[in-house]
């Protein structure tokens, strides 16, 4: 069945069943942004359109056959633009609908496209599985509801998705290469059996050969692995692990290195300093120093740009999370200036245990003290910068000290309010000064 796309990828059912050859995708676009055609005009395009589109998203599922076609792709459905009237509702949901609700630029609405595309086709998209203890998880691994604590307790179930555009926005200039990713609305029986839309992440699929797990890490590009992991510190990744590295452009020619994706940051930007995982923390490459460009681009990097950025295109994420992000951010770019390299400072990052007993990082030691430090909204107490680094020291030095409390929670900057934020950023960033030996704050 043909189907009609309108302005906002909404799909509804076309009379005429005629099929085209797409002469690329960006004609494709083209034609989408005539409002004008009439029906002698489009016959034309019809008739020059030539090659086919190849290709698809991963959360499109076909049988084997199916995928024969769309690789060999002889035609596909033709989709003439329409447009909706003054006062006309968009399709109902009980027909085959993806709906932008946050997510924009070209790469984006090339892969909204796209998607819309091989749906109007006739695939089916297949969800993948619903966020671990969350109500529908197809594995029942929990039936909790949306808003309660998750896998990880500081990343709440159903946010997972937010978090996903969180790090491709926060992905300046592709510099860590995180696929183009949208939040939407699909609206189709492969994802429920009533009319109500379903909120999910949408990402382009990246072809690859292996994950970073089935291959060793000398194989991969110093490049590539500090890109990852300068993005990991900035965002306090809980879950990078191999299997959401992918590997790209091996042929295994000697002497060339792998080039590695990152995908899966569901578990970015938790609610407070949680204990970070980082695959990467121990490889070679993470001991080998920053380059020039990549300390340029660290140095570049606004944590309260950022911040705002999230604010205004995210505004279902917590601000304590946005406030993680601040603290990591700034932290990096004083570890960095100094000349420390990604293992320094995701140790640095990184929670230890001690007799069976886990011990806070020193990014936590220091969080807390400068915490405990900052006086309240009506409080107009000076903060003792040079007391507060005399007590890091001291802890640092001290194996018997707080290294072995249990943490149960973490530091959390939700509960400050914006002046107490305000003062704790500014001792944060002095501390940083005198324990890195920088002379500029950020």
Known sequence: MAVAIDQHHGFKPFSRSQRCKLQSFNHLLELTHQTNLSHHSFKQKQQQQQNVLHHHHHLLHQS????DIIHRSFSTPCLPLTTLSSG???PSSSHPRIEIVRGT???????????????????????????PLALNNPKDLGSQLPGQPGLKTSIRIGEAATRELAAYLLDHGAFASVPPTALVKFSHASFFANDTPKLASLQRFIGHAFDAGELGPSLYSVSSVHQIGILDIRLLNLDRHAGNMLVMNHGFVPGVAAHLVPIDHGFCLPEWLDDPYFEWLHWPQASTPFSNSELDYISKLDPFKDAQILRSELPLLRESSIRVLVVCTIFLKHAAAAGLCLTDIGLLMTREFCGGKESPSELETICSQVKASVPL??????????????ENENNINDDEGSGCEIIRDGISFGDMRKGEWESFVDTFDKVLCGMFGNSKQV
């Open 377 to 390: 909204d009506d409080s107009s107490v000076p903060v003792n910068i040079s007391r507060l680094l005399e």
């Open 105 to 131: 630029g070209a790469p984006v609405h090339a892969l909204v496209v796209e998607v819309a595309i091989a749906m109007a086709s006739g695939l089916h998209p297949k969800p993948l599985p619903n966020e």
């Open 88 to 90: 006309e509702d968009l």
């Open 64 to 67: 084997d056959s199916e995928a």
